[in-house]
C-alpha cells in the first residue's frame, strides 16, 4: 500500500518538474550511477557495475535525444554527450576506476554549470 503511494507522489513530482529541474535531476541519477560503477568495481561486482554503466550510457543517450537545437550551445553540448559516449564505451571495455573519476568530475562540472544557470535564468 505504502508503496503504490510513493510512485504515485514520485509521479507526480516528475510530473510537475520544470525543464531546468528535470536536466538537474538527470545529471544528479548520472553522477549517482557513476558512483554506484565505481563502488561496485572496488567490490568486484561486476554485475552492478555492468547495469550502473549501462543505465549511466542510457541517460546521457536520453540527454542526447531530447537537446534542444535552438540555442547556441547546443552544438557544444553535442560534442559533450557524444565525448561521455565514448568515454562510456571506454569504461566497458576497460573497468578502469580513472575513467569513472575524470567522466564524474566532467558530468558535476556540467551539473554545477546548469544548476547556477537553473538559479539566474529559471530555465
Do not use: P
Request: hydrophobic share 35%; charged share 30%; glycine share 2%.
Amino acid at each position: 500500500m505504502y508503496q503504490n503511494g510513493y510512485q504515485q507522489y514520485k509521479m507526480q513530482s516528475v510530473n510537475t518538474m520544470t525543464r531546468g529541474e528535470m536536466l538537474l535531476l538527470l545529471y544528479d541519477e548520472l553522477v549517482k550511477r557513476l558512483t554506484k560503477a565505481e563502488l561496485a568495481l572496488e567490490k568486484e561486482e561486476f554485475d552492478v557495475f555492468d547495469a550502473s554503466v549501462k543505465r549511466a550510457q542510457e541517460i546521457v543517450q536520453y540527454l542526447q535525444e531530447t537537446l534542444n537545437t535552438e540555442y547556441s550551445i547546443s552544438r557544444d553540448l553535442q560534442r559533450m554527450y557524444d565525448f561521455f559516449l565514448y568515454e562510456i564505451s571506454r569504461l566497458q571495455a576497460s573497468r578502469k576506476k580513472t575513467v569513472i573519476e575524470e567522466l564524474r568530475s566532467l558530468v558535476i562540472e556540467l551539473r554545477d554549470a546548469f544548476r547556477e544557470a537553473n538559479k539566474t535564468s529559471g530555465i
